[in-house]
Nanobody, 117 residues
């Protein structure tokens, strides 16, 4: 059974930094590309960042370019989202997603990030 568990969120001040983690189990981690999504209250789930299976390439939404960094540690079956210079618009539930070779998708339960003074 595939399981993705996000952690590391919480309350952060505007302009501050936070690092999210997503620990995976029940899959051959290195065979999956990984994404981060987020969902603001009352809004749809939006793409944030993606990373390839080997961690050698990444893609970011325009809204977070230059501020967020996605990374993965295949030895630890974990991906990370380093969030710097956070903005109030970054408040929401952040989800980890795994995508297999056949485009099958697995989601984590999500983890709250609140950007507020």
């Amino acid at each position: 059974q595939v399981q993705l568990v996000e952690s590391g969120g919480g309350l952060v001040q505007p302009g501050g930094s936070l690092r999210l983690s997503c620990a995976a189990s029940g899959l051959t981690f290195s065979r999956y590309a990984m994404n981060w999504y987020r969902q603001a209250p009352g809004q749809g789930r939006e793409f944030v960042a993606a990373i390839t299976r080997a961690g050698d390439s990444s893609i970011y939404a325009d809204s977070v370019k230059g501020r967020f960094t996605i990374a993965r540690d295949n030895a630890e079956n974990t991906i990370y989202l380093q969030m710097n210079n956070v903005k109030a618009e970054g408040t929401g539930v952040y989800f980890c997603q795994a995508i297999g070779g056949g485009q099958e998708k697995c989601w984590g339960r999500g983890h709250q990030v609140t950007v507020s003074s």
